[in-house]
């Protein structure tokens, strides 16, 4: 997005973070926000703000690290900002997956913005539940000089849960890269109620 802070990006009338913790409340017990600046804006919304443990902002992963090492409950989940249409019953679906197949993580799989014309479910990475028991695995990994969430997550026991039902929001996943993006799917939410 040119350098801005996508999190602080205005959809629908708040910035994209606090959208994303609003509709996270709700799925969750607690919520908390990873961000490496401007750390007094993000602590304004009032939750915690947790910058990464690791320097040089190594991604996604280094977020997880983050989220892994404060988190008191016995599974994180993880969803990015500049999705903001995530579905709303995310956790409750990617929990249901975890128990029932007494895996590490639970991935959601939906439609690929790139790909949206063909429709084929893909892995989203970001949008995961994890079992705090992954911290070691997720650490050994980034020691390594690895980066990539799927080729971590692929070293646990994963579920896919796919996001395909006729009442999903075909935009659910589609995150905003651009400001034309995040205009866009502001302007189609209205045709899609969650």
Same mark, same amino acid.
């Given at each position: 997005?040119?350098?801005?802070?996508?999190?602080?990006?205005?959809?629908?009338?708040?910035?994209?973070?606090?959208?994303?913790?609003?509709? +996270?409340?709700?799925?969750?017990?607690?919520?908390? *926000?990873?961000?490496?600046?401007?750390?007094?804006?993000? $602590?304004?919304?009032? *939750?915690?703000?947790?910058?990464?443990?690791?320097?040089?902002?190594?991604?996604?992963?280094?977020?997880?690290? =983050?989220?892994?090492?404060?988190?008191? =409950?016995?599974?994180?989940? =993880?969803?990015?900002?500049?999705?903001?249409?995530?579905?709303?019953?995310?956790?409750? @679906?990617?929990?249901?997956?975890?128990?029932?197949? $007494?895996?590490?993580?639970?991935?959601?799989?939906?439609?690929?913005?790139?790909?949206?014309?063909?429709?084929?479910?893909?892995?989203?990475?970001?949008?995961?539940?994890?079992? *705090?028991?992954?911290?070691?695995? +997720?650490?050994?990994?980034?020691?390594?000089?690895? @980066?990539? *969430?799927?080729?971590?997550?692929?070293?646990?026991?994963? #579920?896919?849960?796919?996001?395909?039902?006729?009442?999903?929001?075909?935009?659910?996943?589609?995150?905003?890269? =651009? +400001?034309?993006? +995040? @205009?866009?799917?502001?302007?189609?939410? #209205? #045709?899609?109620?969650?």
């Amino acid at each position: 997005m040119g350098g801005v802070d996508k999190g602080l990006q205005p959809y629908n009338g708040m910035p994209l973070a606090r959208h994303a913790l609003q509709r +996270l409340q709700p799925q969750v017990g607690q919520v908390a *926000v990873n961000a490496n600046r401007h750390l007094l804006d993000y $602590q304004a919304m009032g *939750v915690p703000v947790w910058p990464d443990e690791l320097a040089d902002y190594p991604g996604p992963l280094a977020g997880f690290l =983050t989220g892994l090492l404060h988190c008191s =409950t016995p599974c994180l989940l =993880t969803v990015p900002c500049d999705a903001p249409r995530f579905p709303a019953d995310l956790a409750e @679906r990617l929990l249901a997956a975890l128990n029932q197949d $007494q895996s590490e993580i639970a991935m959601a799989c939906g439609i690929d913005a790139s790909d949206f014309d063909k429709r084929p479910l893909k892995p989203q990475p970001v949008f995961g539940l994890m079992r *705090v028991s992954v911290l070691p695995s +997720l650490r050994q990994f980034l020691a390594q000089g690895e @980066r990539k *969430v799927e080729h971590w997550a692929q070293t646990c026991h994963i #579920s896919y849960v796919n996001f395909d039902q006729p009442h999903d929001d075909p935009l659910a996943f589609f995150n905003a890269n =651009t +400001l034309d993006e +995040l @205009r866009y799917i502001e302007r189609t939410s #209205s #045709s899609h109620t969650p």
